[in-house]
């Protein structure tokens, strides 16, 4: 059976975490959340977590080479033999390449592009809650600022790339969290 990708794009506060995680089970495709490993790295005080969070501190991306890397030694593991949704990568089109090289390796591809779509304002509302929430380290004023930069700069260009290749699916991320699910699992579905 060929593996089925799916890519999850959003800005940071779109939802996609919340959504991967919801879309496991019913797709029985485990979660690739970069962020999460690299969070969990540094529980673990890898040395691939130290390096990873001096970046994440900042909001700025981990180097494509460790975070690349990282992710082709989690899509070799045994749970994603059917494939995975990927929650956070690729971040900018030199991980996008990579992608595609890497799935080709695996014997699959990208099925479709779910794009959880959620205005600015919205956005920061969200992330400032979430900060007050959960006091994740990079969700202070000025982190949440630069991660909304380097998602403009480097990640938005990605949508592109995957609408040239008909991947794109725009999604209302405004919506509430069972409704956005319902559009997601639909457009997951339908793909091929
Ligand atoms: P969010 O989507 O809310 O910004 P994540 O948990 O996905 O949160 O990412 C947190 C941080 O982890 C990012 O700001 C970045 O430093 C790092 N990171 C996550 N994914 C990648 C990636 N694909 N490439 C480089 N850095 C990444």
Not at 131 to 149: H, S
Not at 161 to 184: C, F, H, P, S
């Amino acid at each position: 059976m060929e593996k089925r990708y799916i890519v999850l794009m959003g800005a940071p506060g779109a939802g996609k975490g919340t959504q991967a995680k919801r879309l496991q089970d019913a797709l029985g495709l485990p979660q690739v959340a970069t962020g999460d490993l690299f969070r969990y790295n540094l529980k673990q005080k890898t040395e691939l977590g130290i390096l990873a969070n001096k970046y994440m501190d900042a909001g700025e991306l981990v180097p494509d080479s460790v975070t690349i890397a990282m992710v082709q030694e989690r899509l070799a593991q045994t749970d994603c033999a059917n494939g995975a949704i990927l929650d956070g990568f690729p971040r900018n089109p030199l991980q996008a390449e990579a992608l595609d090289d890497l799935l080709e390796e695996l014997g699959g591809r990208v099925v479709v592009v779910p794009y959880i779509h959620v205005n600015q304002e919205e956005l920061v509302r969200r992330l400032i809650k979430r900060a007050e929430l959960e006091g994740r380290a990079d969700d202070n004023e000025e982190t949440v600022r630069t991660r909304m930069r380097v998602y403009q700069e480097q990640t938005e260009p990605l949508l592109t790339y995957y609408r040239d290749k008909g991947l794109l699916v725009e999604i209302n991320g405004q919506q509430a969290i069972d409704d956005v699910y319902a559009d997601l699992h639909q457009v997951i579905q339908r793909a091929a």
